[in-house]
């Protein structure tokens, strides 16, 4: 069965500092990966996905992540964070149409 | 072209009674999904629909817990003779097609609280 691992259950980081979130997973085939955010009351936004491929995924909000094979990790980066970037970010494996979600991360942006 | 629209927002029941969350896909989707989230949880899968067919329900509890998806009308989640461990978000998620990587559209959720 597969399997989402999110060590990290809270992050702060300060506003233009870089992020990384680290998402592992367990699947046996070719893993779907997926990363979403969502906001305190919302529901989830995609945020980024891969299927196969450049192994280095462009996103929206100007998120990035890479998937790694060797290491079974598909973690999340920016650059330089913003304070509207605070939320929960959740990794996500596919297998048909069933999503398995990781925990999640909270994510904390201080000034 | 609205998002995926979940109503109530917010569900206050007593232990015992029936809650019912409807769920209304984005336009043009006929797949639906409905997930819950426990506090400090991520989501888990609970089924998936299409027009009048269930064809995942391996997330649902055997007990209490139904889904519909009629030809007209929204998703229905029922929980029968909620219970205190049944508060959680409910959410849908709608797509427009099926297979891998067909993006999966949220709903803003419903939360139920059991009294």
């Known amino acids: 069965a597969q399997s989402v691992t999110q060590p990290d259950i809270h992050i702060t980081v300060s506003e233009g500092a870089s992020l990384e979130l680290r998402c592992n997973y367990s699947?046996?085939?070719?893993?779907?990966l997926f990363w979403y955010v969502q906001s305190p009351g919302q529901g989830l936004q995609l945020l980024l996905k891969y299927f196969s491929g450049d192994t280095l995924v462009q996103g929206i909000k100007g998120f990035e992540a890479e998937f790694k094979r060797s290491q079974s990790s598909f973690n999340l980066r920016k650059p330089s964070v913003h304070w509207s970037d605070a939320a929960e970010y959740f990794c996500a494996v596919a297998q048909g149409q069933k999503v398995t979600f990781g925990i999640g991360t909270k994510l904390q942006v201080i000034p | 072209n609205a998002g995926v629209m979940q109503n109530p927002r917010h569900l206050v029941r007593r232990r015992g009674q029936e809650a019912r969350l409807r769920c209304s896909p984005m336009?043009?989707?006929?797949?639906v999904y409905w997930y819950r989230q426990l506090p400090e949880e991520g989501l888990k899968f609970m089924v998936y629909?299409?027009?009048?067919?269930?064809?995942?329900e391996s997330g649902m509890p055997k007990e209490r817990f139904s889904a519909e998806f009629p030809k007209e009308g929204p998703s229905i989640l029922r929980i029968q003779q909620v219970v205190r461990g049944d508060s959680a978000a409910y959410f849908c998620?709608?797509?427009?097609?099926?297979?891998?990587?067909?993006?999966?559209?949220f709903g803003p959720g419903t939360r139920l609280t059991v009294l």
């Open positions: 629909l299409q027009k009048e067919n269930i064809i995942d």
């Open positions: 699947y046996g085939a070719t893993p779907y």
């Open positions: 998620a709608s797509s427009e097609r099926q297979g891998f990587g067909n993006e999966q559209f």
């Open positions: 336009k043009g989707h006929s797949h």
